[in-house]
Nanobody, 123 residues
Framework: VQLQASGGGLVQARNSLSLSCAAS??????????MAWWRQVPGKDREFVAA????????DYLDSVKGRFTISRDNAKNTASLQMRNLKPEDTAVYYC???????????????WGQGTLVTVSS
């Protein structure tokens, strides 16, 4: 599975930004994969942000983004999105999309990763 993330950029605090992730490859569609977003600040571990089940019926969010971020997916297009509202400077990070087999916050359960897209939130 190959993942291509896009949509990052510079935005002022309290504004919104949407990230997209496109999955491709011959294994896409052969199993009910979970899609997730993680983020990483230089010098820190990669942090779970949000994940969504294959059918979209279950999701999980980092506490600090609940109510501000929404993850969604379109299986017909093999894409996932992360709608981010009311952004804060502490949301600044490189955001990565990932694919795994179960909906979890465990890093090791995600086997495929995109290249990352930088989100910078200015105060």
């Amino acid at each position: 599975v190959q993942l291509q993330a896009s949509g990052g950029g510079l935005v002022q605090a309290r504004n919104s930004l949407s990230l997209s992730c496109a999955a491709s490859g011959r294994t896409v569609g052969t199993y009910a994969y979970v899609m997730a977003w993680w983020r990483q600040v230089p010098g820190k571990d990669r942090e779970f942000v949000a994940a969504i089940s294959y059918d979209g019926g279950d999701s999980d969010y980092l506490d600090s983004v609940k109510g501000r971020f929404t993850i969604s997916r379109d299986n017909a297009k093999n894409t996932a999105s992360l709608q981010m509202r009311n952004l804060k400077p502490e949301d600044t990070a490189v955001y990565y999309c990932a694919v795994g087999g179960i909906l979890t916050r465990y890093f090791s359960e995600y086997h495929y990763w995109g290249q990352g897209t930088l989100v910078t939130v200015s105060s």
